[in-house]
């Protein structure tokens, strides 16, 4: 089922862009796995390599001028 909510749209996209990709997976993960084995304390934090995805504001962030508008 597609549900016409934005907010929900938006956390689906969300979701989309936190699944790991097969390309960056093989692209990164020699990486990962040499900052994990040399650097442990940083792999805790969360610091990892991997691709840049821009993730959009929540319109409600948003101020009204910049908005995204339907002209329907």
């Known amino acids: 089922m597609i549900s016409k909510s934005g907010s929900d ?3 689906n996209y ?9 390309p960056e997976k093989i692209c990164c993960d ?3 796995m040499a900052v994990r084995a040399n ?3 940083l792999w805790r934090q969360g610091y990892m390599v991997g691709f840049y995805r821009p ?3 929540r319109q409600q962030e ?6 995204i508008t339907s002209n329907q």
Request: proline content about 15%.
């Open 14 to 22: 969300l979701l989309y862009l936190l699944q790991l990709p097969a």
């Open 62 to 67: 948003v101020s009204p001028d910049d908005r």
């Open 9 to 11: 749209a938006y956390y």
């Open 55 to 57: 993730v959009p504001a």
């Open 39 to 41: 650097f442990p304390h």
């Open 30 to 32: 020699a990486i990962n």
